[in-house]
């Protein structure tokens, strides 16, 4: 078990540019989700993933923002037309919910920074 | 009444002695309520959680205090130790729910000074 890895750790862009942010959970984890975290503030929920299937999405997600996850394994989400507003932290956060019971706990990654120049 | 406000915003505590972070929330129908540790840089660990049907939970020196008529509740690090300093963040969510989605509190800058 190596944890939630994401990728890149920091990406730095010109404003305008699409980026794109890998995040990869702990095997055989269920649920995938995207957290935002801004400087001084607690992480805000984006979007989950149950398996492959995207169930929830945040007002956050604007239609520039768009998250897949292939096959329920690995996950990625793209920013199109990037803005200043975008610059924050993403994270990823994996867990695994059984068929009949309640949620386990999030594992998070170390996210990947963003900053828009 | 989806947020969880948590207090201090920073907080200096002498090496060995107890540090107490406080969360409120609004939402009656949270029924988890972990708490995260954060170094910079690094993403959010998973530290002690609770669910409404105890009043406290301990682990090491860590404790977590639940008022459920209050809807409040605490962490207390016991022995603060400098290795402690880091931001700590609440949490809530609804486990029977869909999404298993946290939302977190403000969080809080915790020094400990040697």
């Known amino acids: 078990d190596t944890g939630v890895s994401q990728d890149p750790r920091h990406k730095i862009t010109k404003r305008g540019q699409n980026v794109t942010f890998r995040c990869d959970p702990i095997s055989e984890h269920n649920r995938l989700y995207w957290y935002r975290q801004t400087l001084g503030q607690g992480p805000e929920f984006l979007t989950y993933?149950?398996?492959?299937?995207?169930?929830?999405k945040s007002r956050l997600l604007s239609d520039r923002f768009s998250a897949e996850r292939p096959k329920g394994s690995f996950s990625t989400l793209e920013i199109q037309r990037t803005e200043q507003g975008d610059s924050a932290m993403y994270l990823c956060?994996?867990?695994?919910?059984?068929?009949?019971?309640?949620?386990?706990?999030?594992?998070f990654g170390d996210g990947t920074r963003l900053s828009i120049l | 009444q989806q947020q969880v406000k948590q207090s201090p915003q920073s907080l200096i505590v002498q090496k060995g002695g107890i540090s107490i972070i406080n969360c409120a929330y609004e939402?009656?129908?949270?029924?988890?309520f972990p708490w995260y540790q954060q170094f910079p840089g690094k993403g959010p660990a998973l530290l002690i959680a609770i669910r409404p049907d105890v009043s406290e939970k301990k682990e090491g020196r860590f404790t977590i205090s639940f008022n459920k008529s209050a809807k409040q509740f605490s962490l207390h690090i016991m022995d603060s130790q400098p290795g402690d300093s880091a931001t700590y963040f609440c949490a809530a969510s609804i486990r029977g729910s869909n999404t298993g989605k946290l939302i977190f509190g403000q969080g809080t800058t915790l020094q400990v000074k040697p």
């Open positions: 939402n009656t129908a949270f029924d988890y």
């Open positions: 993933f149950q398996n492959e299937a995207q169930l929830e």
């Open positions: 956060a994996s867990s695994f919910t059984p068929p009949t019971g309640s949620h386990q706990p999030q594992h």
